[in-house]
């Protein structure tokens, strides 16, 4: 079974937390790879009260696998053995009268019945459950509607000339110490891919040397980035100046210009060279279907520091999840990001 869904992850764990601080015991209906993520969730969770006691599987014995308990006829014997209150089944475990038959063995022993549907990486506020005709179905929302994408843009304009206007104060002395420390222009300007794969110039200051894209061919094989992106730690065309402005992120706040102007978005997926999405394959390029970000998930969850497929992870995530409110939290973690400089290099 594929990868569970992260949202419903989510909807669990908030679940447990509001239902009892998350003081809970969990026994498994399914099979293993059907709860390796939200097993893996779950037991990050541990020490605030949740507890996994093991699972049950049709066929199952103890011992087959090491948290193997039995059956799925022995489940309710073990609710009361070990002093379950949850019981989690992986939503192909069961067919529905034999998950009907377990609901009624396990009603009189008043605990949590829990199913895990096989989609993955689907916010909460995406999913409604519905009833045809009695049986529950859960209802995923395709893309964000056009209300969250006038308010996005809306936020994008108004708060994008309001932060321009406050970063003139450390923009102004990053300009001069850019001008007057290295020959050169001050802005670098940058041919990047934006949204449905439209290219657009991008603002940075200028934090490298001018024959930096000659040896750019030099060094490729130093790579520290991770196979897509190329990053090096002690780039040696980066100067002195540049370290610091890239170490707290002041390179790149010419880029407000960019969202004011429509070219961005103040959260979003990383804006990616030419040169990057040529070597996209049809997962990636899924990725470009939103506006390229100012800040976003990769950034407060790493930027250079993630592999590849976990850059590719978290930006898909983002587009298919994107929401006013995310985008709140994502700017509300990009300071401790800044500040605290993980993955700037």
Not at 134 to 150: C, D, Q
Not at 166 to 179: D, I, Q, Y
Not at 205 to 211: A, K, N
Request: some cysteine; proline content about 5%.
């Amino acid at each position: 079974m594929a990868a569970l869904m992260r949202g419903v992850h989510q909807l669990l764990i908030r679940r447990l937390r509001r239902d009892g601080d998350l003081d809970r015991r969990v026994l498994m209906i399914g099979a293993t790879d059907s709860f390796g993520g939200l097993a893996g969730l779950m037991r990050e969770h541990g020490g605030q009260g949740v507890t996994i006691l093991g699972r049950c599987r049709p066929g199952g014995a103890p011992g087959q696998d090491d948290d193997v308990l039995g059956g799925v006829t022995e489940a309710p014997g073990l609710v009361r053995q070990l002093g379950a209150d949850t019981v989690l089944v992986a939503a192909d475990a069961l067919t529905a009268e034999e998950l009907r038959q377990l609901s009624w063995r396990l009603e009189p022993l008043g605990v949590n019945l829990l199913i895990a549907p096989d989609v993955a990486e689907v916010a909460s506020h995406r999913t409604e459950l519905v009833s045809v005709k009695g049986t529950p179905m859960v209802r995923i929302a395709l893309g964000p509607s056009r209300v969250t994408m006038l308010l996005k843009a809306a936020i994008d304009r108004c708060l994008g000339l309001m932060l321009t206007v406050l970063a003139m104060a450390v923009l102004v002395p990053a300009m001069l110490a850019v001008k007057v420390t290295s020959p050169g222009a001050v802005f670098f300007r940058q041919t990047r891919v934006g949204e449905d794969g439209v290219p657009f110039t991008m603002l940075k200051l200028r934090t490298m040397y001018l024959d930096a894209e000659e040896r750019l061919a030099q060094l490729v094989q130093q790579s520290d980035g991770n196979g897509v992106l190329f990053k090096m730690r002690e780039d040696p065309r980066v100067t002195p100046v540049g370290r610091i402005l890239r170490r707290f992120s002041i390179d790149e706040l010419p880029q407000l210009w960019n969202v004011v102007r429509g070219d961005m978005s103040l959260v979003g997926p990383r804006p990616p060279l030419p040169r990057e999405v040529a070597e996209y394959d049809d997962r990636a390029y899924h990725r470009l279907l939103a506006k390229p970000g100012l800040t976003g998930l990769w950034q407060v969850s790493g930027r250079s520091d993630l592999d590849w497929d976990e850059s590719v992870r978290l930006d898909l995530r983002y587009v298919d999840n994107r929401s006013v409110r995310a985008d709140l939290k994502i700017l509300a973690r990009t300071a401790g990001a800044v500040v605290g400089g993980r993955g700037a290099y």
